[in-house]
T-cell receptor, first 112, second 115 residues
Framework: GENVEQHPSTLSVQEGDSAVIKCTYSDSASNYFPWYKQELGKRPQLIIDIRSNVGEKKDQRIAVTLNKTAKHFSLHITETQPEDSAVYFCAAGDNYGQNFVFGPGTRLSVLP | DTEVTQTPKHLVMGMTNKKSLKCEQHMGHRAMYWYKQKAKKPPELMFVYSYEKLSINESVPSRFSPECPNSSLLNLHLHALQPEDSALYLC??????????????FGEGSRLTVL
């Protein structure tokens, strides 16, 4: 089955700096890669996703890149703000999103 | 309405009790999920219902019994649980079978404590 690794497990950045979180996956059949943000005590919420026919996707301050050959994908957050502080989970799975595996998570702290 | 509603928000039960967790969505989604999340861990998939039929069971112990009465409702029946089953139980829904709609919409979760 799919195995997703995520690094770093914790990340602290100064407000305004960029943050990068990296994930690797094992199953070459995976073709859907979402990123979820979970604030303390809240539900996970999708912030961006990418499919295998695309190498990069951007939404305002958030971007995701995918390297299918190397089986890794990354989340980039620019101009970080305190409200970006949360746990971020990457995931990998099939195109229908019914069975994807989450990475272990990265706790991002944005320091004012 | 983009909400997935879960009840109860908190549940404390003994190991001999029988209880149920409930989940409801009115987004017309035809896939519904139960996830288990322990503290500081990612959500772990337990069950998936697609078009009201159980499509995925991730080898979950039989003390957890899912039920999907209709396309809007999902229940998780609990019986003879163990203390290690204490966790946040998240319900989610999505639109299956369409390549552009993989997003999971999560509920706020039911926090379960087994004494």
């Amino acid at each position: 089955g799919e195995n997703v690794e995520q690094h770093p497990s914790t990340l602290s950045v100064q407000e305004g700096d960029s943050a990068v979180i990296k994930c690797t996956y094992s199953d070459s059949a995976s073709n859907y890669f979402p990123w979820y943000k979970q604030e303390l005590g809240k539900r996970p919420q999708l912030i961006i996703d990418i499919r295998s026919n695309v190498g990069e996707k951007k939404d305002q301050r958030i971007a995701v890149t995918l390297n299918k050959t190397a089986k890794h994908f990354s989340l980039h957050i620019t101009e970080t703000q305190p409200e970006d502080s949360a746990v971020y989970f990457c995931a990998a799975g099939d195109n229908y999103g019914q069975n994807f595996v989450f990475g272990p998570g990265t706790r991002l702290s944005v320091l004012p | 309405d983009t909400e997935v509603t879960q009840t109860p928000k908190h549940l404390v039960m003994g190991m001999t009790n029988k209880k149920s967790l409930k989940c409801e969505q009115h987004m017309g989604h035809r896939a519904m999920y139960w996830y288990k999340q322990k503290a500081k861990k990612p959500p772990e998939l337990m069950f998936v219902y697609s078009y009201e039929k159980l499509s995925i069971n991730e080898s979950v112990p039989s003390r957890f019994s899912p039920e999907c009465p209709n396309s809007s409702l999902l229940n998780l029946h609990l019986h003879a649980l163990q203390p290690e089953d204490s966790a946040l139980y998240l319900c989610a829904s999505s639109q299956p079978g369409r390549a552009l709609d993989g997003e999971l919409f999560f509920g706020e979760g039911s926090r379960l404590t087994v004494l």
